[in-house]
């Protein structure tokens, strides 16, 4: 879409009052989407959005300015601006001489164009009548589908220029039952960096039954207990308790600017020794899978944790060079209009030894958190509060009932040290998790094995 | 180019967009431009980090043929570019349903206030040189060292502002545009005693400079926050009386918020669905949605569909007077828009608890027993049931004053119940953000701790 010779001139330009690095990241995406509502297409959008963000780095700091226009002139300006920040550090003229390098995708990236709208509108009739059949108690389905392409350039003043093409497709349903007075809800959104084809083998009738199911479950639900008890972690989606418990107290900006509790402790325990935890940007398909980060580093393996030791954090450009590191491909924005920060990618805990039935067995009084509707994390501390989509109460080794609003506060680092079995059942949550961070949205893959917590607090209204 | 210009070249364009959306065959069509000039800064300790400064333009547009809709939004502000857009939003909107319901609003008799009565638009705020902006971030760096030798390390402190054009017209004949500016300063220090460290964070937003607060109480608000919470306990399970300080019980009003929202209440997802004129509060419950508060940050002459904004009472004394419409939800729902349309969404004007009377201190004084809330985490999901649950942190209160800090439990209730158990409302709101609300007390919660 920019010619690299532009870029190259752009690039000159950020660097002529003495900053050290720079790079132009130019964006064209475009989303197709429809919902679902009452039975009916009730809507469609589309949205097309291009533009390109400057920065540049001079020490610790960062000018970033961005134009949705997209000339040599427009360009020039954002890049003048930017510019800014090294106002204070010697200037010296730069040339920069792009090279184009190859990218290895991990997505399926034989598409060019959406597929037609009707195809998406099939998709999301044939979930309603799916969840419609399920159960009499369904009073409303609400479907949403989108389809997204993200064609990125990134071209930086250490010569390098790429281009990748980034595929997203989501399919999410909300069932809501009733029965009498109570009302409750299950929702199951699935998808991935691929195309609509994904949901020949994903169907929506796949779909939208397990969303039924969850609701027509919820409406027995029973609320929550209040108080400190035993907790299970379901497999899969469970994997939100890492993402937000230790994920983002390892990304580096948190740890280089020392506000983290995990700033300095690499090499150190951090949590039980049956705790390992990888984030990974490689792994195909997933929402959270980066070919290229939004800096133009290859994504990566990264053991975060091994056996209960800190081995590292995820790094971008900057927080990496501050530390002295490489990039672990983990610099990652929402858009053009946003400076890259360290995000997760895949962030998952590998299988441990432990059977599912074996962990339920052995608790005796407690909360199976089978998944998680979101959750919050703060970082300094590490405290972080989680709500359960779809929970049930343990009592003597069974599981007893379906539990309603519960919510789950603790502490990261305690958390982890008290988990005390890990199942031998990890797997990838369904693919429909976004994350967010100082205000910028990207999606984000979470993995867990079934795991046993001894204690957590668990926010309920009924009291004894 | 000067201000008038970019007001009437923003209306051109947004004409240009409707008149390609019927040329390609649309039956009625909206466009709104939005033009946004950011600018943000943050220091650290005695350095500038971040400086962003943009200029974003984008085009969202509505299309109808007969009764079927589709939206897009656009940053290709070329005449080739938005025609183009235009044309595949008319093909799209084919695809979907016919809904009576969906159209334009009706043209509107009289005019809409414009941006000068309002007060939206600040010149002291698009005038600010960049310096005095970083040095201002550098300043509150400083100044939450100052106030407190624990504070070692910081979040950053972020001084910004946008200015903002918004041009909308449609198909019937409505055309209106007007300017605003926003300016925030805040801070986010890091305390830390022993190996504990606390982040606390105060911010301030307003139209103009001199509607905010200043620096020097920026800094001393979030170093407050940051180490009033060392040595916190977790409470004991129990029910206690409850005080919401006014920035979380503005997000207690968030969350009415989308239980009000005709969108919600439409598809049953909503407590209050049905039940307008009920008593549902205590008396002292009047919470208000009005659009015509001059200066105010949620204030403007019209809403994201063209409709006049105006003053919305929704609950009275108590009593549901009514929910909050765009013009979409109240044909669907049998009533008239309270002039609520957002981008794509039902949004808040100026949504806000009527004040009572003295401080929050004043509040302390005269309870016996409470938690004292300062911050919540997490976010309800459903809102139709009404459930309310947050992980949360704050004091405990014992004999009308502080007696220590309290973190690592929830509080959980009922929207119904908390409302009716509103038994005292402090006199501490301040305009800074379109939800907002003074401190309140809540007669009962279930505090779940050790």
Redesign the interface.
């Known amino acids: 879409m920019l010619d690299p010779q532009i870029v190259e001139r752009v690039l000159c330009t950020a660097l002529a009052r003495g900053g050290e690095y720079a790079d132009v990241f130019c964006e064209r995406k475009s989303v197709t989407s429809f919902r679902l509502q009452s039975g009916l297409i009730h809507e469609s959008a589309l949205t097309k959005t291009q533009g390109a963000g400057i920065r540049v780095i001079a020490g610790e700091s960062a000018g970033y300015a961005y134009s949705d226009d997209l000339s040599l002139e427009a360009l020039e300006r954002a890049a003048r601006v930017a510019s800014l920040i090294a106002r204070s550090h010697s200037a010296g003229a730069r040339s920069v001489r792009l090279e184009s390098s190859a990218v290895q995708p991990f997505y399926d990236d034989a598409r060019s164009q959406h597929e037609p709208a009707e195809t998406y509108v099939a998709l999301l009739e044939r979930a309603d009548v799916a969840a419609r059949a399920q159960s009499p108690l369904v009073a409303a389905v609400n479907a949403h589908v989108a389809d997204e392409l993200q064609e990125v350039w990134i071209g930086t003043s250490d010569g390098r220029w790429l281009h990748d093409r980034r595929p997203l497709v989501s399919l999410g349903v909300q069932v809501v039952t009733s029965h009498e007075k109570q009302r409750a809800y299950g929702f199951v959104g699935d998808g991935g960096r691929t195309s609509g084809a994904y949901y020949q083998t994903r169907t929506p009738e796949s779909i939208a039954i397990e969303a039924a199911r969850i609701a027509v479950t919820n409406l027995d639900a029973v609320p929550a207990p209040a108080g400190e008890m035993e907790m299970i972690v379901g497999s899969g989606g469970g994997g939100v308790l890492l993402h937000e418990a230790v994920g983002h107290g390892l990304e580096s900006d948190f740890n280089r600017q020392g506000v983290s509790l995990y700033s300095g402790r690499v090499g150190e325990r951090v949590a039980s020794e049956l705790v390992t935890i990888y984030d990974d940007g490689n792994l195909d398909g997933e929402r959270g899978s980066v070919s290229i980060d939004d800096e133009g580093t290859p994504g990566q393996h990264k053991v975060l944790v091994e056996r209960g030791v800190l081995q590292g954090y995820m790094q971008d450009y900057l927080n990496g060079k501050l530390m002295g590191v490489r990039s672990t491909g983990s610099g990652r924005r929402q858009s053009f209009r946003s400076l890259p920060q360290p995000r997760m990618c895949n962030t998952y805990m590998p299988s441990g030894s432990s059977t599912f039935e074996e962990i339920l067995a052995s608790t005796k009084r407690g909360i199976y958190a089978k998944s998680f509707a979101g959750g919050q994390v703060e970082i300094s501390r590490g405290d972080f509060v989680f709500m359960v989509a779809e929970g049930y109460l343990v009592e003597n080794g069974r599981i007893t009932a379906p539990v309603k609003n519960a919510t789950i506060v603790g502490n990261g680092p305690d958390v982890m040290t008290k988990v005390v079995a890990v199942g031998n059942d990890s797997c990838l949550a369904n693919r429909h998790y976004t994350c967010g961070k100082g205000g910028q949205y990207v999606p984000v893959g979470v993995g867990m094995p079934t795991v046993k917590i001894s204690s957590i607090t668990v926010g309920g209204s009924h009291v004894g | 180019m000067s201000a008038e210009n970019g007001i009437s070249h923003a209306l051109e364009l947004a004409q240009y967009a409707v008149d390609a959306a019927l040329r390609a065959g649309a039956s009625q069509a909206e466009a709104t431009l939005s033009i946004g000039d950011r600018f943000s800064c943050e220091a ?1 300790g005695s ?12 085009l969202h547009v509505r299309v109808f043929v007969g009764e079927r ?9 070329e005449l080739p ?1 938005i025609q183009a ?1 235009a044309a ?2 008319v ?3 084919r ?3 016919d ?1 009576p319901y969906a159209g334009l609003p009706e043209p509107c008799a009289g005019d809409a206030a414009g941006e000068g009565e309002l007060d939206l638009f600040s010149q002291d705020v698009a005038a600010r040189e ?1 310096q005095d902006k970083l040095d201002e971030a550098l300043e509150l760096e400083r100044r939450i060292r100052e106030r407190d030798r624990r504070i070692l ?3 950053g402190s972020h001084v910004g502002d946008t200015v903002a054009t918004t041009a909308l017209v449609n198909s019937r004949g409505f055309s209106g545009a007007y300017r605003s500016t926003r300016a925030h300063r805040s801070s986010s220090p ?1 305390a830390v005693e022993g190996s ?4 606390g964070s105060y911010g301030t937003a307003a139209r103009k400079l001199a509607d905010l607060e200043d620096a020097g109480a920026v800094a001393s608000k979030a170093v407050e926050r940051a180490v009033s919470l060392f040595g916190a306990r ?1 409470p004991r ?3 206690v009386p409850v005080i919401f300080e006014r920035d979380v019980a503005a997000s207690v009003l968030s969350d009415l918020f989308a239980a009000l929202s005709a969108s919600n209440a439409a ?3 909503s407590w209050l669905a049905g039940r307008t004129g009920d008593r549902i509060g205590s008396d002292l419950v009047t919470i208000v949605d009005d659009g015509t508060l001059p200066g105010h940050l949620g204030s403007s002459p019209f809403d994201g569909e063209g409709v006049a904004t105006r003053r919305t009472t929704v609950f009275e004394r108590g009593t549901l007077r009514s929910l909050l419409y765009d013009t979409y939800y109240a044909r669907k729902l049998g009533a008239v828009s309270t002039g609520n349309a957002g981008g794509g969404a039902i949004a808040p004007n100026n949504f806000y608890l009527e004040a009572g009377n003295g401080s929050l201190d004043d509040l302390i004084a005269r309870t016996p027993k409470a938690i004292l809330v300062l911050e919540t ?6 809102h ?2 009404g ?1 309310y ?3 949360a ?1 704050g004091f405990a209160i014992e004999g009308g004053a502080i007696a220590y800090p309290v ?7 009922t929207f119904g119940e908390m409302l009716a158990g509103i038994d005292a409302v402090a006199g501490d709101l301040r305009f800074d953000g379109s939800v907002v609300s003074p401190s309140f007390r809540v007669s009962e919660m ?1 505090i ?3």
Do not use: H, P
Not at chain 2, 50 to 58: A, D, G, M, Y
Not at chain 2, 196 to 199: N, Y
Not at chain 2, 407 to 413: D, G, L, N, P
């Open positions: 650290r350095a500038v980090t971040k400086l962003e400064q943009s200029r974003s333009r984008s809709k589709a939206v897009l939004s656009t940053t290709d502000l570019g857009a595949a939003a093909v799209q909107a695809c979907v349903a809904d960049a390390n910081s979040n890091v504990t460290k606390r982040t977790k399970t129990m029910r598809v049953g997802n985490i997490g976010f309800a999901t459903e139709a049931s459930t649950s947050r992980g942190r973190e690592e439990f929830t509080i959980a209730s279930t779940s701790g050790e």
